[in-house]
C-alpha cells in the first residue's frame, strides 16, 4: 500500500493559533446566531465528535473501518431503549451504559477483524456493520425500518438538554474533552505504539508489542467514542432509524476524515464541519438549465468525493497547513 | 420438510449461490490481479437489470437483451477501467474506497435521470414461462432453472477461460507477477482493461437474468454488494474456486435460513463469516 494519504500528526504553532481562535469564534457563535444555526453547528459538533473516533482508527492505526456507524446508531438505539414513555432518564446512567454497548460491540466485532488486514480489514468491518444494520432493520422489536423515537431528552445535572444552547454548550465540552484526550493519547506509549503500527506492523511485532492487543483497544476505544456520539445524536434528533448504522453513513464519516487531513483530531473535526455545509450546499443547488441540480445533489456529491480523492490527498488541513508554512518560510528566508 | 419441499430449497440455494457467484468473480478477479476494491460492483449488478428492463421493452426478447446487455455492460468496464480505475492502481485501498463510493452516488443519480426512480417489473419471455410440477401441489418454475442453467454455463466458461487458453494463462500470469509478466512481453495494460470489463459484463448479466425474479428498483446493488463481499471474505480474496465454493455456501446458510430460522435468517450469513474468520483469518482459499 503507497501511502498517498500522508498523515500530519504535528499541527505547526501558527496552526493551532489559528484553531484556538476558531474555537472562541465557535464557542461565542450562539451570541449571534439564529436557533437554526445553533442546532445546525451542535449537528457539526456530533459529528466532529464521531469523525475523530475514527481518525483513532483510521489515520492513527492506519485501519479503515467501513463500519463504524454500527456503533454510533448502536447507542442511539441505547438511549432510545432506556427513555421511558413518559419521563426523561439520567444522562449519567445512560450515557455510560450506551458507551458501554458500543465498547462491548466493538471489542466482540474488533476482535474477528483485528485478525485480518488491508483490504480484508474493509470488507469484513463493513460486512459486520450491515449485520447490526439487518439485525435492527428487519426486527419489529428493535424498532424495524422506521426506528424508535427518544420521547424525552436525557436529564444532565447543570445542563439543560431541552435548552438548545444548554445542548450547543454540552456538546461543544464533550468534543473539548474528547479532543484533549486524544491529543494526549497521541503522546502516550499506547498512541505511539498505534502509530508505529500504521507505519509498519511487522516491525512493530519484531520488536515486541503485541500489536493485536493494541489494535483491539484502539477499535473498542473507537467504538465507545463513536457511541459518544451517536448517543449525542439521538438525545439532539429525538429519533434514531437503522439508516444511522448503515454503510452510506459509515463511508461519509470515512470521507470527512479524509477532508479535513488524517492523524491529528483536528482535521477530523474540521473534515465533518467542511462535509456537512458542503452536503448542505449541494442540497440547496439551483436549477441550471432545466436541470434541477439541487434535486439531483447526489450526482454533485459523487463528483465532489471523486475530486477530493484526486486533487485534495492531504485534505484541507493538510493543504492549510502547506500555505501556512509556505508564508513561514518567505519570512524565514532572509536569516537563513 | 418434505422431499419436494427440500428439493426445492436446494435448488434456490444453488441458483442463489451462482448469482452471487457471478458476482464475486468479478470481484475478487479485479481485486486479485490489479489490487482494486470495488464498492461500485453493485452497481454494476443494478446497471444489468436496468438494462435488461431497457432492452426488453424495446425488443420484447430476453434472450436478446441479454446479449445487447453483456456488450453494453463489457463497452461499458472497458471505458470506465482505460478512463479511471487504471489511474488508481498504485493508489492506496482507502483511495479506491472512496472512489468507487463517489462512483455509487453518480451511476445512482445517473440511473434516476435515465429510467427514474419507479420500480419496474421485467416479464419472462414466454417460452420460459409455466413450472415442472414435482408433487400435487408444489412446482418448479422454469426460469428459475434457466437463471442456473445461465450462471453455471458461465462459471464453467469462466473456469476454462482461465485455465485452457492463452489469455487465462496471461491473466494467471499477471495475477500472479506484474512485473515478471510485463518483462516477459504481455500486453499487462490491455489485460487489465480485459479483467476488467469482464467482471463488469459478468455483474451485468447477474443482474439482468435476476430481473425478472426480483424486479427492478433503486439502490437495487447495495445489499448483494454485502453479500458478495461476505462471499469473497469466506472465499479468500483472489481466489475464483474460493468464491465460487463461498457463494454456494452463503447461498445454502441464506435460503435454508430462511425456511428454517426466519427470525435469525438475516445474521446467520454473518455468523458463518464470522466462523471463517476464526478458523481462517485469510479465508478458506487464500491463493
Same mark, same amino acid.
Given at each position: 500500500m503507497s501511502a498517498s494519504h500522508a498523515t500530519t500528526t504535528h499541527l505547526s504553532p501558527a496552526l493551532m493559533r489559528a484553531l484556538a481562535i476558531a474555537t472562541v469564534g465557535l464557542a461565542l457563535?450562539?451570541? +449571534?446566531?439564529?436557533d437554526y444555526t445553533i442546532d445546525a453547528v451542535t449537528r457539526m459538533m456530533i459529528l466532529a465528535l464521531f469523525a475523530m473516533s475514527l481518525d483513532l482508527l483510521?489515520?492513527?492505526? +492506519?485501519l479503515v473501518s467501513l463500519g463504524h456507524a454500527a456503533y454510533f446508531g448502536l447507542a442511539g438505539y441505547v438511549l432510545a431503549f432506556l427513555t421511558p414513555e413518559s419521563e426523561a432518564v439520567s444522562l449519567w446512567t445512560s450515557l455510560p451504559l450506551a458507551m458501554l454497548a458500543s465498547a462491548a460491540l466493538a471489542l466482540l466485532v474488533g476482535a474477528l477483524v483485528v485478525r485480518t488486514s488491508g483490504i480484508y480489514f474493509i470488507m469484513s468491518t463493513m460486512a459486520f456493520g450491515q449485520m447490526v444494520f439487518y439485525l435492527f432493520f428487519d426486527n419489529k422489536a428493535l424498532g424495524g425500518s422506521d426506528g424508535l423515537f427518544v420521547n424525552f431528552r436525557p436529564q444532565a445535572g447543570w445542563f439543560d438538554l431541552d435548552n438548545r444552547l444548554h445542548f450547543f454548550y454540552f456538546t461543544l465540552v464533550c468534543l473539548l474533552l474528547v479532543y484533549g484526550f486524544l491529543r494526549r493519547l497521541l503522546h502516550s506509549p499506547l498512541g505511539r505504539a498505534l502509530q508505529g503500527i500504521r507505519v509498519n506492523e511487522h516491525r512493530m511485532r519484531a520488536v515486541g508489542f503485541n500489536t493485536y492487543t493494541h489494535k483491539l483497544s484502539a477499535f473498542t476505544l473507537s467504538g465507545a467514542l463513536a457511541g459518544l456520539a451517536g448517543y449525542l445524536w439521538g438525545a439532539q434528533t429525538g429519533f434514531i432509524n437503522p439508516e444511522l448504522m448503515g454503510f452510506h453513513w459509515s463511508a461519509h464519516l470515512i470521507m470527512m476524515v479524509i477532508l479535513g487531513g488524517m492523524g491529528n483530531f483536528a482535521g477530523a473535526i474540521i473534515g465533518a464541519f467542511a462535509f456537512e455545509y458542503t452536503l448542505h450546499l449541494f442540497k440547496d443547488l439551483p436549477v441550471i438549465a432545466g436541470f434541477d441540480l439541487g434535486q439531483h445533489w447526489q450526482l454533485v456529491m459523487g463528483l465532489f468525493i471523486v475530486a477530493v480523492v484526486v486533487w485534495?490527498?492531504?485534505g484541507l488541513l493538510g493543504g492549510l497547513q502547506r500555505l501556512m508554512s509556505r508564508g513561514d518560510g518567505q519570512r524565514g528566508a532572509p536569516h537563513a | 420438510m418434505g422431499l419436494a419441499e427440500f428439493l426445492i430449497q436446494a435448488l434456490n440455494s444453488f441458483q442463489y449461490g451462482l448469482l452471487l457467484f457471478m458476482l464475486a468473480a468479478g470481484l475478487t478477479l479485479i481485486f486479485g490481479i490489479m489490487g482494486v476494491v470495488n464498492l461500485a460492483h453493485g452497481s454494476f449488478y443494478m446497471l444489468g437489470a436496468y438494462l435488461a428492463y431497457g432492452f426488453t421493452t424495446l425488443t420484447d426478447n430476453l434472450g436478446m437483451a441479454l446479449v445487447l446487455g453483456a456488450g453494453v455492460g463489457f463497452a461499458f468496464g472497458w471505458l470506465l477501467e482505460r478512463g479511471l480505475f487504471r489511474f488508481f492502481y498504485t493508489r492506496d485501498h482507502l483511495d479506491q474506497v472512496l472512489l468507487t463510493f463517489g462512483l455509487i452516488y453518480l451511476f445512482e443519480e445517473l440511473r434516476a435521470i435515465v429510467w427514474g426512480n419507479d420500480v419496474h417489473g421485467v416479464p419472462i419471455p414466454a417460452w420460459l414461462k409455466g413450472s415442472v410440477p414435482l408433487t400435487d401441489t408444489l412446482s418448479y418454475p422454469y426460469y428459475r432453472l434457466f437463471v442456473g442453467a445461465v450462471c453455471l454455463a458461465l462459471a464453467v466458461g469462466l473456469w476454462a477461460l482461465i485455465h485452457r487458453t492463452r489469455l487465462g494463462m496471461h491473466i494467471r500470469a499477471g495475477a500472479f507477477n506484474r512485473t515478471m509478466a510485463q518483462a516477459l512481453g504481455i500486453d499487462i495494460e490491455r489485460l487489465y482493461a480485459i479483467v476488467f470489463a469482464m467482471g463488469v459484463a459478468l455483474a451485468a448479466v447477474a443482474g439482468m437474468v435476476a430481473a425478472p425474479l426480483s424486479s427492478v428498483y433503486p439502490n437495487m446493488g447495495g445489499s448483494v454488494l454485502i453479500m458478495c463481499f461476505v462471499v469473497v471474505v469466506i472465499g479468500g480474496i483472489g481466489s475464483i474456486r474460493g468464491a465460487f465454493i463461498a457463494a454456494l455456501l452463503v447461498g445454502t446458510v441464506d435460503t435454508f435460513g430462511k425456511v428454517l430460522l426466519p427470525q435469525l435468517a438475516s445474521m446467520l450469513v454473518y455468523v458463518l463469516m464470522a466462523l471463517v474468520l476464526l478458523w481462517r483469518p485469510q479465508g478458506l482459499f487464500k491463493n
Open positions: 457563535l450562539p451570541l +449571534g446566531a439564529e483510521q489515520g492513527v492505526t +492506519g485534495l490527498p492531504q | -
